[in-house]
């Protein structure tokens, strides 16, 4: 991304950025904001669903249609239902699901909030809603591969009750340039599965992703502050509560693509913007660290992820000594790691780069430097 597509805020404006909304975000109010707007399947099926897709939509009626249709595609010997959770959309993503639903009357329901409430909101009143006994995901831009993938992930679950997780390989697609990239998984996974999803080295896209209802309802019962109106991020918190509790398959094989279309949260050209959602990012990752009892070294080598990336990014704007103040400010607990950035220059070879943060802030790739109790090591499992 180049500096000249960033907005440019100057350092102290924008530490004041994203102070505030830490203070938003801190004190938003966790009650229920009202029941969402209920558009029911208008011609349900005689047999309950075994599946529920959750599908979250704000604002990509674009992408809907394509999203939804790959869903409706799948071929099971099942029912299962699509259930949209339109977060207030102010573009035309209602409209385009009461399309679908029109054409699908035996599979959709919407669900509508009346004001904008954020993305874990919305998850919670679908969840809430889900009737299937498995439940699986597509973010409105995203969009499923193959026809068979949600049978099989089905079949594996029901075969093995101590899997609590099965996904599959995600392709990644930039709109801007049209690249189609693969996952970076590969065939060998690793032993200790929970501890690579916690530290972001073991990646599961929500695209790719099958599990029990029952367990995405216990984590809002058993663990509500992980997922509150205080995060931003929903799907790390989710599978690394899930890998505590059973297995975690991969299919070795690609089952969805997930769009990078410029506009997210994560990815944009808005500086502030992006650095404040990953700001918020790093929070919840501590937070998890102190739920899963993690020591001081978990917490360390996940600040490597984002004190790197958060230099990086202010760097292409600010001076080296700006953007170190940036970060002290932010983040004081971890000053004489960010210290430490402007001691070396940062190389410009790309391997040479990625070696000199490997050493300055090392990536979590040894699973011993995560405490293994109270939450039990996954087993290496493999799907057909």
Known sequence: M???????????????????????LRTADPEDVGAPRDFPIPDPPKAPPLVSVE?????????????????????????FEIIIGNDCSTDDSLDVARALQREHPDKIRILSTRRN?????????VRRAMRGTFAAFCEGDDWWLTETRLQGQVDLLRAHPEVSLVHGYTRFYDEASGALTENALRFRL?????????????????????????????????CPHLIDARFRMLDTQLFCLLASWGDVVCLPHPVSVRRYSGHSLSRNGDLAK???????????????????????????????????????????????????????????????????????????????????????????????????EPVPTTRVAFGG
Do not use: W
């Open 2 to 24: 180049s500096s000249q597509s960033l907005r440019i805020p100057p350092a102290e404006e924008l530490i004041s950025t994203i102070l505030q909304v830490r203070e938003c």
């Open 190 to 222: 690793p032993p200790n599965r929970f501890a690579r999803i916690l530290d972001e080295t073991y990646r599961v896209e929500t695209a790719g992703v099958v599990c029990r209802v029952r367990d995405l309802l216990r984590i809002y019962d058993e």
């Open 274 to 372: 992006s650095l404040t959602y990953h700001d918020n990012a790093f929070a919840m990752m501590l937070t998890l660290c102190d739920h899963f009892r993690q020591g001081p070294r978990a917490r360390a080598r996940i600040a490597n992820h984002y004190l790197s990336s958060a230099y990086q990014a202010l760097c292409k704007v600010f001076t080296r000594r700006e953007a170190s103040h940036v970060l002290r400010t932010l983040y004081p607990e971890f000053k004489l790691r960010i210290g430490l950035l402007r001691l070396f220059p940062e190389p410009r070879n790309r391997l040479l780069r990625k070696l000199f943060y490997h050493f300055l802030f090392p990536v979590a790739k040894y699973r011993h430097s995560f405490k293994s």
């Open 117 to 125: 409430v954020g993305l874990n909101r919305n998850a919670r009143n």
């Open 55 to 79: 599908v979250l939509v704000y604002n990509q009626a674009r992408t809907l249609r394509h999203c939804v249709e790959s869903i409706v595609a799948q071929k099971t010997d099942f029912p």
